[in-house]
C-alpha cells in the first residue's frame, strides 16, 4: 500500500547557543541541564496534544494534530526557558507529511526545520501555512516578519513571529505611549539601506527582517568563507534597526569616526551609515565579508 499523506503542524525546537553552554558550565554538567531541558519539553509536548517523533541533539520535532495545539506548546515552552537559565528556538510549520518507523517525511519536515533555524534564542517563528489555520485569540499573538527563501522553494515563504504574553503587552504599552511610524516632524518612517556588491536592500516596516550569511537561502547573501552561513539578523523594532549577530567569527561595525564595535552573540542598534564586516575587521566597502549601511528618514 503507498504511504498517506496527512496534514500536521510541526514544532522544531532547539537549545540555543548549547555549544558556549558546555563551554561554560562544563560538558558534565551541560549534559545533565540538557536531558533535564529536553525531558520537560517532551512532558510540554505531549501535555499540548503532540508527539514527540524524535530528539535532534539538543532538540526535538514534535507533531500536533492542529496548529492551535502547537503554538500552546511553544508559548509553554518559551515560559519555561527562564527556569532553566537559557533560551530556545522554535519553528514551526503546517503542511503534508508521510508517516514512517519514528519518524516523518516530506518537504513540510523542511520547511519547519529552515523556520527554527532562523529564529532568534527566545524566538517563536511560524509559517504563513501554520498562522492561517489558527483560532483567532492565538493569531492575535502573531506579527509578520518578512520573506525567507528557501531551497528548492521558488516562492519565497512568509514568516511570523508568535508573541509570548510579555510581548504582546509590550507592543500595546508601546502604542498607546505614541510610537508610531510617523515622527514629529512629518516625515515617513525610518528605512534602511543595505548594500553589497550591486545588490540592494531596503528594509522598513514592510520588511522588517533580514537574515543575513553564506547560506544560499539568506535575506543578503554573503559570498564570503569568513561569513558564518547563518551569521546575523537584523531587525526593525520600534523605529530602530538591530543587528543581532549569532556567528563564530563575530560581526564588525565600523560608522563614522566612532571607534569600531564588535559584536559576539551579542545585538547592537545600528545608527547612521557605515561599514559592516561580517566574519573579520573591515578595511574598505571591496572587501567580500562587508556590506555598506545607510539609515534615513523616507
Given at each position: 500500500?503507498?504511504?498517506?499523506?496527512?496534514?500536521?503542524?510541526?514544532?522544531?525546537v532547539?537549545i540555543?547557543?548549547?555549544?558556549m553552554?558546555?563551554?561554560?558550565?562544563?560538558d558534565?554538567?551541560?549534559?545533565?541541564?540538557?536531558?533535564?531541558?529536553?525531558?520537560h519539553?517532551?512532558?510540554?509536548?505531549?501535555?499540548?496534544g503532540?508527539?514527540v517523533?524524535?530528539?535532534?541533539?539538543?532538540?526535538?520535532?514534535?507533531?500536533?494534530?492542529?496548529?492551535?495545539?502547537?503554538?500552546?506548546?511553544a508559548?509553554?515552552?518559551?515560559?519555561?526557558?527562564e527556569?532553566?537559565?537559557?533560551?530556545l528556538?522554535?519553528?514551526i510549520?503546517?503542511?503534508?507529511?508521510?508517516?514512517?518507523?519514528?519518524?516523518?517525511?516530506?518537504d513540510?519536515?523542511?520547511?519547519a526545520?529552515?523556520?527554527?533555524?532562523?529564529?532568534?534564542?527566545?524566538?517563536?517563528?511560524a509559517?504563513?501555512?501554520l498562522?492561517?489555520?489558527?483560532?483567532?485569540?492565538?493569531?492575535?499573538?502573531?506579527?509578520?516578519?518578512?520573506?525567507?527563501?528557501?531551497?528548492?522553494?521558488?516562492?519565497?515563504?512568509?514568516?511570523?513571529?508568535?508573541?509570548?504574553?510579555?510581548?504582546?503587552?509590550?507592543?500595546?504599552?508601546?502604542?498607546t505611549?505614541?510610537?508610531?511610524?510617523?515622527?514629529?516632524?512629518?516625515?515617513?518612517?525610518?528605512?534602511?539601506?543595505?548594500?553589497?556588491?550591486?545588490?540592494?536592500?531596503?528594509?522598513?516596516?514592510a520588511?522588517?527582517r533580514?537574515?543575513?550569511?553564506?547560506?544560499?537561502?539568506?535575506?543578503?547573501?554573503?559570498?564570503?568563507?569568513?561569513?558564518?552561513r547563518?551569521?546575523?539578523?537584523i531587525?526593525?523594532?520600534?523605529e530602530?534597526f538591530?543587528?543581532?549577530?549569532?556567528?563564530?567569527?563575530g560581526?564588525?561595525?565600523?560608522?563614522?569616526?566612532?571607534?569600531?564595535?564588535?559584536?559576539?552573540?551579542?545585538?547592537?542598534?545600528?545608527?547612521?551609515?557605515?561599514?559592516?564586516?561580517?566574519?573579520?575587521?573591515?578595511?574598505?566597502?571591496?572587501?567580500?565579508?562587508v556590506?555598506?549601511?545607510?539609515?534615513?528618514?523616507?
Amino acid at each position: 500500500m503507498p504511504a498517506l499523506e496527512k496534514p500536521l503542524a510541526l514544532l522544531f525546537v532547539d537549545i540555543a547557543d548549547s555549544t558556549m553552554l558546555y563551554e561554560r558550565i562544563g560538558d558534565v554538567t551541560a549534559a545533565t541541564l540538557t536531558q533535564r531541558v529536553l525531558a520537560h519539553l517532551r512532558r510540554l509536548v505531549d501535555a499540548n496534544g503532540g508527539a514527540v517523533i524524535k530528539s535532534l541533539g539538543d532538540g526535538l520535532l514534535g507533531a500536533f494534530p492542529s496548529p492551535d495545539d502547537s503554538v500552546r506548546a511553544a508559548l509553554t515552552m518559551m515560559a519555561a526557558q527562564e527556569d532553566y537559565g537559557l533560551r530556545l528556538r522554535v519553528g514551526i510549520h503546517h503542511g503534508p507529511v508521510i508517516e514512517g518507523i519514528g519518524d516523518l517525511y516530506g518537504d513540510a519536515c523542511n520547511v519547519a526545520a529552515r523556520v527554527q533555524q532562523i529564529a532568534r534564542p527566545g524566538e517563536i517563528l511560524a509559517t504563513e501555512a501554520l498562522i492561517g489555520g489558527l483560532s483567532p485569540d492565538l493569531r492575535a499573538k502573531s506579527k509578520l516578519l518578512s520573506n525567507v527563501a528557501m531551497k528548492g522553494k521558488a516562492i519565497p515563504i512568509r514568516v511570523h513571529q508568535i508573541r509570548t504574553v510579555e510581548e504582546v503587552d509590550e507592543a500595546q504599552d508601546s502604542t498607546t505611549l505614541g510610537f508610531s511610524t510617523v515622527n514629529t516632524s512629518g516625515n515617513a518612517m525610518v528605512t534602511l539601506h543595505l548594500s553589497y556588491r550591486g545588490q540592494d536592500i531596503l528594509m522598513s516596516r514592510a520588511l522588517p527582517r533580514v537574515t543575513i550569511g553564506r547560506e544560499e537561502s539568506s535575506g543578503l547573501r554573503i559570498a564570503s568563507r569568513q561569513t558564518s552561513r547563518q551569521h546575523a539578523v537584523i531587525d526593525f523594532s520600534r523605529e530602530s534597526f538591530i543587528l543581532t549577530d549569532h556567528s563564530t567569527n563575530g560581526s564588525y561595525i565600523r560608522s563614522g569616526g566612532a571607534p569600531p564595535v564588535v559584536l559576539r552573540r551579542d545585538s547592537t542598534k545600528l545608527v547612521g551609515s557605515g561599514l559592516i564586516g561580517f566574519g573579520a575587521e573591515v578595511r574598505d566597502e571591496g572587501q567580500d565579508h562587508v556590506i555598506a549601511f545607510r539609515g534615513e528618514l523616507a
